[in-house]
Nanobody, 115 residues
């Protein structure tokens, strides 16, 4: 069964950090493009970060450059999103996506930035 399971979301104060995890099962992520998307209330889902199968040439949305980092551990079959210097506007449901011959989505994890 192809599955992506996100974890690590929660409530954090502005300026804080969180690390999201995306554990894959039923397939291996090493040959896939892994991405994180987010969707805030009333807004469309947007691409946050992408890491290619090689792990190089990572891409980020302008709004998160310098604050977020996407990486993966092929041995653990898990992708991550390290989020630092969080802002109120980072509040959203974050989704993991795998792409490469097929596409899979996780169920999402809520990130709330609030004081």
């Amino acid at each position: 069964q192809v599955q992506l399971v996100e974890s690590g979301g929660g409530l954090v104060q502005p300026g804080g950090s969180l690390r999201l995890s995306c554990a894959a099962s039923g397939f291996t992520i090493s040959s896939l493009v892994m991405s994180w998307y987010r969707q805030a209330p009333g807004k469309e889902r947007e691409l946050v970060a992408t890491i290619p199968s090689s792990g190089r040439s990572r891409n980020y949305a302008d709004s998160v450059k310098g604050r977020f980092a996407i990486f993966k551990d092929n041995a653990k079959n898990t992708a991550y999103l390290q989020m630092n210097s969080l802002k109120y506007e980072d509040t959203a449901v974050y989704y993991c996506n795998a792409r490469g011959g097929f596409e899979a989505w996780g169920q999402g994890t809520q990130v709330t930035v609030s004081s």
